[in-house]
């Protein structure tokens, strides 16, 4: 090879390895855009928590069970308002992650989304009994709870519910693990939209 070819050609593979570097400095730079957004969204989503964290923290069980409930309803509710089984499909994993995260800290690990599903599998529940809506399987995991479900209308909870139930305190006034939280779970669709809930929190909490 000439000695002009040879210079060319060293030419080529300095411009190629630079563009290669460049391509790499790039890649990595988006990925530390793309965490840095998660970032950002997630003291988001915190902050938009403030309150359930607070009622947690003063050991309000009722109004942070309440304040749950709502935060599920706006950020699943659609364009006419309402909260439709096929929004808990598709329920972003980081808010309920949040969720469960204030009250599992707040309750010593009794409490939380993550509780409830745990004690749902340890019942031998599963995505097939889900499919399936195996009715008698989901009344054992609410009386394991302490859920006051009411009698031979499948799924539902009383219109006047006390949280947390009276009826399910233990000696020391302390609901049995998994009691909590509640109201979420009793929406205008009954057990289909308790069994996409808890199939939900499968995906997203079981290891």
């Not at 964290?53 to 069980?61: F, N, S």
Request: charge should be negative; include cysteine.
């Amino acid at each position: 090879m000439s000695e002009p070819d040879r210079s060319s050609s060293n030419l080529e593979e300095s411009v190629e390895r630079r563009l290669a570097g460049l391509e790499l400095q790039v890649h990595q730079m988006e990925g530390q855009i793309h965490q840095l957004q998660r970032t950002l969204q997630l003291v988001g989503d915190v902050q938009h928590f403030s309150r359930l964290r607070q009622q947690l923290e003063a050991g309000d069980l009722g109004h942070a069970d309440q304040e749950t409930a709502r935060l599920l309803e706006e950020l699943l509710a659609g364009a006419a308002g309402g909260l439709s089984p096929e929004a808990l499909q598709h329920c972003p994993a980081a808010p309920l992650m949040i969720i469960d995260g204030l009250w599992l800290v707040n309750s010593g690990g009794r409490q939380g989304l993550s509780v409830q599903q745990r004690h749902y599998q340890e019942l031998g529940g599963s995505r097939d009994s889900l499919i399936a809506q195996d009715l008698e399987l989901f009344h054992r995991f609410s009386d394991q709870v302490g859920w006051p479900l009411l009698q031979g209308v499948g799924f539902a909870l009383p219109t006047d519910l006390c949280v947390p139930v009276p009826a399910a305190l233990d000696s020391e006034g302390l609901p049995p693990a998994g009691h909590l939280p509640l109201r979420c779970w009793g929406t205008d669709y009954g057990l289909k939209a308790a069994n996409l809930l808890m199939a939900r929190l499968i995906e997203v909490f079981a290891p």
